[in-house]
């Protein structure tokens, strides 16, 4: 790997963003010693507070209200995955919406000098992957809560750390600050700052009116998957027995909240066809039994992801490949060629592991599906052992004869 | 807590860590200007815990901008602005077309010398799935270099 590090090491940051960063830092320890200063002189701790911005805010929300609604059609009940059209880009749509009445209202830029939201888009409803802009019109009204609710921020502790993660998918944006607005009311800036929901009222209030005066599908809820009529993976693995759909739709449908937020990698997306005609896609994680729509998480199961993905037809192989891999691994370990034969194809190396198999500890079984592709269509299996580090043996699958056998093996330490 | 001092010194390795996770050269920047302000705004930060906690706030915010981009393909690598493209980074070049959870894991692991349990507290996953990515990226990586 050596090779490896010395690419590393001449991947330096660019002079010319190094001045940058640097001057931007000096700007801001001059702001900060120039704040300090100010506040030494006028002798007053107490976040700067504006008497007047209440009133000026009820002045300019009562104006708002009776100003003509800025629609980006029906509220959707439902999410598809983006079509063809869809990831030419534009702004979100979803299944059962209109393109928005003024396409200007989102958009994929930002002033970094105007309080703006960002949207985060999932593939369930945006155009491509990237984030959508709404920035308000009413600055003056917006920055306005935005420092009654900044000026609580300093009330806190220094670190108010954040002990789970549940994010709106939502963010407010101001200069180089992002906000993430969480399921449970409160604000967070991503470096452990956060601002409860009773503190942040107001700002929070503005930002979900404008989030649904533009139209921001709602996530898909457990109650919403009924009458599930198909049911697909994006690998192309689907549900087609009718007693398996009726149990996915059991499993999706009684999925309560994780309020805890799921810190999992969602690498599957799955497609609903439901009997109203509307389409649901949620975001599948294979590492816990839980399920992502529009940043709002919802857990099936407790334990592992196992009853879900068995349902889709492929899943039964996945086992067999798993259960052969394993078992190959430990008459390898074993030094037991006998036991390894019926596992090998012909061409196989006859190779047993040379060292204390006595001490090995078997960690993880792990089939790497998605890469499929990579690996010219045959499934690559990774077993991970402890001796007295990890090491890795990797085991190259073929079928021979309907059945699944091991054409080559080796160990990565 | 001498910001400028720990810019100095660690400029390099946040922006390495913000190439290797978003492969996005403008974007690392803008990433790593956003880390140093970040750390401006700590009030403390305890002595010897810096580079960590400057590796911490890498990564999320590397994942705030990625949370859209879970399913995005690696992107070529004529399009992913502002990587060299002189002969002697061929080897550079190899490694960022591994995909992100492949190239971030083997960057923390051979050149931070992270070991599996801290990358899986970094990056908040199984230490399982790192020594899996770990594997998967070294033999995708070895494969390739082969090649070059």
Redesign the interface.
């Known amino acids: ?1 050596s ?6 090491d ?5 002079e010319d ?2 001045q ?3 001057k ?3 700007r ?2 001059r702001q ?1 010693q120039g704040q300090a200063r100010r506040q030494t002189a006028i002798q007053r701790p107490e976040p700067r507070r504006r008497p007047w911005a209440a009133a000026a805010a009820l002045v300019c929300l009562t104006l708002s209200l009776g100003t003509a609604v800025l629609l980006l059609g029906t509220r959707p009940t439902g999410t598809t995955a983006p079509t063809d059209a869809q990831t030419t880009g534009g702004p979100p749509q979803t299944q059962a919406t209109a393109a928005p009445t003024e396409p200007a209202d989102l958009t994929q830029e930002r002033d970094r000098e105007k309080i703006c939201l960002q949207f ?4 369930l409803v ?1 155009a491509g ?3 959508w802009y709404y920035t308000p019109q009413d600055q003056e009204r917006w920055m306005a809560a935005y420092e009654e609710a900044m000026a609580k921020a300093y009330e806190y502790p ?1 670190e108010n750390i954040v002990d789970s993660y549940s994010s709106s998918g939502i ?1 407010l944006r101001y200069q ?1 600050v ?1 906000w ?1 607005l969480m399921t449970d009311g409160s604000i967070y800036d ?2 452990n ?1 956060k601002i409860e929901a009773q503190d942040c009222g107001l700002l929070r209030e503005m930002v979900m009116e404008a989030a649904d005066k533009l139209g921001v599908a709602e996530p898909v809820r457990p109650e919403q998957i009924r009458g599930v009529r198909s049911a697909a993976l ?1 690998n192309g693995r689907q549900v087609t027995e009718p007693d398996n759909l009726t149990k996915l739709e059991s499993l999706l449908s009684a999925s309560t909240p994780v309020y805890g937020g799921a ?5 599957d ?1 799955l497609t609903l066809e439901l009997e109203d005609g509307s389409t649901v896609t949620l ?1 599948l994680s294979e ?1 816990a039994p839980v399920w992502l729509s529009e940043g709002t998480f919802y857990r099936y199961g407790w334990s592992d992801t196992e009853e879900l993905y068995a349902l889709f037809e492929g899943a039964s192989e996945e086992e067999t490949i798993k259960t052969v891999a394993e078992s190959f691994a430990r008459a390898y370990f074993a030094g037991d060629l006998e036991a390894m034969e019926p596992y090998l194809t012909a061409q196989a190396p006859r190779e047993v592991y040379q060292g204390d198999g006595s001490r090995v500890v078997l ?2 079984v ?1 089939i ?1 599906g998605e ?1 499929l592709e ?1 690996f010219d269509g045959m499934p ?1 299996v ?1 077993v ?1 052992f402890l001796e007295d580090h ?1 090491v ?1 043996l ?1 085991m190259e699958f073929a079928k021979e004869e309907d059945a699944w056998k091991i054409a080559f093996y080796g160990l ?1 330490g | 807590m001498d910001v400028l001092y720990l810019f100095h010194r660690y400029k390099d390795d946040v922006y390495r860590l913000a190439v290797s996770y978003i492969h996005n050269v403008q974007e690392a920047e803008d990433v790593c200007q956003t880390v140093f302000l970040k750390l401006m705004e700590q009030k403390h930060i305890q002595p010897g815990k810096e580079k960590a906690w400057l590796m911490q706030a890498t990564v999320n915010q590397c994942r705030s901008l990625l949370r859209s981009s879970w399913w995005k393909r690696t992107v070529a690598l004529e399009e992913s602005a502002g990587i060299p493209q002189t002969p002697e980074d061929e080897t550079l070049q190899v490694v960022m077309a591994l995909p992100a959870k492949y190239r971030v894991v083997i960057y923390l692991h051979y050149y931070e010398r992270y070991t599996a349990a801290e990358i899986g507290k970094l990056l908040k996953i199984p230490v399982s799935t790192v020594t899996t990515r770990l594997s998967r990226g070294r033999r995708l990586l070895r494969a390739e270099l082969k090649e070059v």
């Open positions: 790997m090779r490896y590090t010395q690419a590393y001449r991947l330096t940051m660019p963003c190094a940058r960063i640097e931007a830092l000096k801001q320890m900060q985060q888009p999932t593939v945006s992957d990237d984030f220094a963010f180089d992002w993430e991503l470096s700052w994006n810190l999992v990698w969602f690498t997306y975001a590492e960690e993880n792990q790497h890469d990579s690559v990774t991970t990890y890795y990797t990565e």
